[in-house]
């Protein structure tokens, strides 16, 4: 009896069980057709660029980005073109070898001969590490407008945008100068907006931004140092850049904008105190055009050094620039005295801002020789409350102050223009 | 009533089992490449398959696959250009040389059934040592540094290509029929494996060694009898054997010996003549003409 009970659930179990088919597929294509897929895809996009790409090579985090020009073709050939100090010593250099797609954990872009442009930051050289490139890289994302590939070795990060036609590798690496210089020249300091947060970046004439916390101690968890490239039309960030990793910050107007952050200078009148206390910087005064009441005061301490100095033809006031000295900001006077070369004196000035101004107050002479300096020469004194007041600052250069920032104090009808330089 | 249950159920059980049949595959998951008849280096491989693959039964790989790299080490591909001269260079001092020499069908019978270039060296900067080549289970040789041979260099092309090759193929031919064991009794007690590096040649002659990298072991030592032995000039091997010899050094009657072993081992595993496998790479060597090796007019025979 028992043996019958057990044959027939035997049976039922059989009947109820042997076909549960009703779990749904989780792919229409079995793994060998998606993956054959992702090749074709990364192939056919690869070689669709007719104008080829421009190519941001990151090869490590302690290296900035680099811009390349890679034509793939769809027969294997691949023509890649550099122009950097670290690999083509300046040079415009174009090399062709092969490249390829192939499956690993994923698709893989392969150069897997050698090509003097692409490789020179895998090549191990003597110490056999070299820049630690790679020549291997997943495929992170790839249709018409963007690729992204991440190095299999070491991470070297590659972002790839589409090129323009009719763009020679000399006319691109022209205008990338020209953004370079645009943005970065001078030790320019951006504020970066994310999260309810403001950061300064600064270095970025290395390529690689230091950031810091504003506001806040610059040993904040962000702090670091982040690679940048520069694009003509704006900057390609890498490497878990905060929360917003991987972001290019397109040109909008003044302002660098990705999704959901952006990239920006200061207000010109918190832009002038930052440059100096922030970033090592100077102003550099235009001492022959600015307002007639500061030139008259020049005119004057010219023609004291001349009379004091008469020996020396060149005696006379060289230059006025503000700068950080130790704990002060100082207003540094150059001058030609006994000797064809500048003697330098520094004046303590407190430096304040006012809502969208800036108030400059002479405070001081930084030491004794500037104090011996403005007793022999009383117009100096003049010279420097001339200057004391509450400025309007004003830039035609919005992305980069450093190219010329105008500081105007209305109340006393003076004026005068400076531009920035690292000290 | 019993025998009617029985049927049921059983028929059950066979319906539950019928309707679970398997889907059906086919021959392979994988997609079938396709031949691209305009492919880049379509010449080249066409080139390698009828000089390398259908007369030797090798793959000659110039392209690198960074899986088949020892991951401990940063290397870099070949280029092409390099890769057509060494495949040219390599059939007239190499693969020619054996047909001339030994017996009929050896390479392709014994050769390395893969040949990978790679062109830069693997460097270990923490031991102030490169790796110029390797043979991996009898099967394939890795020729490194590639990229910075000059074509004009033999003694450089010797060093980094040749003598490597005779070396790794050395490798192969010992890991098929084990070396006498009388060679290894010659240094015993002079093999340095960690240090030989900072030997200098000519301490590594007078102790015996061809080479500072033969003082690191006697697999090593074997094999760098052999290759230094058919690539150095005449000249340039009495040099060694002199200064082996010097100040009453144990060197050169060491040296001797050891390719006495090497010579009769040849002879009698591989019915291979050692002096004739030298003679033809030393003629070889000396008339060196590169149109001639680039055009392949070596092999009108």
Redesign the interface.
Known sequence: MKAKYLFIGLALASLLCACNRDEESLFDKSAAERAQAALDNANTVLAAAENGWEMLYFANTASKGYNLIVEFDENGRVTATAKNSTTTGDKIMTDVSTWAVKLDYGPILTFDTYNNVLHAWADPRGDGDGLLGDYEFLILHADANYIKLKGKKHSAYCYLYPLEAGKSAADYYAEVEAAEKKLCSNGNIFHFSAQDKEYLLHDGNTGIFTLTNLGETSDSEEAGSYPFAIRRSGIQLCYGFLDVADTYYELDGSVMRSANSSISTAAPAAYFTEYVTLAGGAWVIDIEDISQTTLDAITAVTNALKKAYSSNKKAGVQGLRFKQAGDNIVLTFSFYGSSSKTTEMNYIYEMEKQDNNLKLTYSAPADENAQKVLAAFPTLEALLNTLDGTYAASTSDALNPTTGIRMENSAASTWFKATGKTE | M?RV??L???G??L???A??HEEQFGPT???DPVE?P????KDFDEWLNEHYTIPYNVEFR??????ATD?N????????G??DTIAHLALYLWYDVYDNVAPEGFLKENGPRIIQLI???????AQGTEKLGQAEGGIKITLMKV?LMETNNMDQLNEYIFKTMHHEFSHILHQKKTYPKEFEQLSTADYNPEGWQYTSNEEAWRMGFASPYGGSQAREDFVEIIANYIVKTDEDLAHMLEVAGEDGARGEKILNQKIDICRTWLAEKWNLDLDALRAEVQLRQANLNWDDVMNLRFLDK
């Open positions: 019993k249950y029985q049921v159920c059983i059950a059980i319906l539950g089992m309707s679970c998951i994988f997609i691209d305009n492919a880049y280096m110039y392209r690198l696959d960074d899986n991951p080490y940063n290397v870099v591909p070949v280029s092409i390099m890769a062109g830069s060296a693997m460097i270990n900067a990229n």
